[in-house]
């Protein structure tokens, strides 16, 4: 994988990213959010510092059954320090809803802090929505790659393979709409 986390470099990317980026401790209890940039802000309505220390949950709606098979994947990818994309009901603070693809990749030695990266799935904008999933993913790779933090898997599959695994999900997500 990659070297010790250099998290000034991290925070650096984070700032300048064009996409939702957020850095979870997962050698923390709970794996406690420790980062989020302005993009993040902007999507879910929630500061960093009132994020901080808490785990990402707290932006799925309370009674969202539909999120079981998410979370489970979510868990085990997590568990073996793997990568996945998940699509997840989530409400701003204001309490509006959305649907969230999110991307977890792990970073750092041994994996120890995992990056989120959030993509609303704007149902009103369907027909541009899969093309801007697929642009999405390939701002995170460019920031995985500027972290450092590339999987030796990604590495091998490329940008193409990330944005198309992105845009199909939201496709199929979209045709059970
Ligand atoms: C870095 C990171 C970012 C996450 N971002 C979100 C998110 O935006 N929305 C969400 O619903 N869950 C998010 N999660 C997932 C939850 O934090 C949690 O892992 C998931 O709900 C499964 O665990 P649980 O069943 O214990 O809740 C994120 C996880 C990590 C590690």
């Known amino acids: 994988m990659t070297n010790t986390p ?8 984070f700032e300048r990213s064009g996409v939702a980026l957020s850095l979870a401790d ?3 209890p709970d794996c406690p959010l420790v980062l989020a940039n302005p993009k993040f802000e902007d999507l879910t309505g929630y500061r960093l510092r009132e994020c901080e220390g808490r785990n990402c949950r707290f932006l799925q709606e309370p009674d ?5 098979p998410a979370k489970a994947e979510i868990r085990a990818a997590i568990a073996s320090r793997g ?10 603070k204001d309490g509006t809803p959305f649907s969230n693809l999110l991307f977890l990749h792990p970073v750092g030695a041994q994996g120890r802090y995992i990056l989120g990266s959030q993509f609303e799935i704007d149902e009103a904008a369907a027909d541009t929505v899969t093309e ?3 642009r999405h993913a ?7 790659e500027r972290i450092g933090a590339v999987s ?3 590495q091998m599959q490329g940008r193409r393979h990330l944005a198309d695994a992105a845009a199909a999900m939201v496709m199929a997500w979209s045709r059970r709409m």
């Open 64 to 68: 969202a059954a539909g999120n079981e």
């Open 26 to 28: 997962a050698e923390a």
């Open 83 to 92: 990568e996945c994309q998940v699509i997840l009901r989530n409400q701003r």
């Open 138 to 144: 390939g701002v995170l790779m460019a920031d995985l």
């Open 132 to 134: 801007g999933a697929r």
């Open 152 to 154: 030796a898997r990604l």
């Open 6 to 13: 250099n998290l000034e470099r991290i925070r650096s990317v």
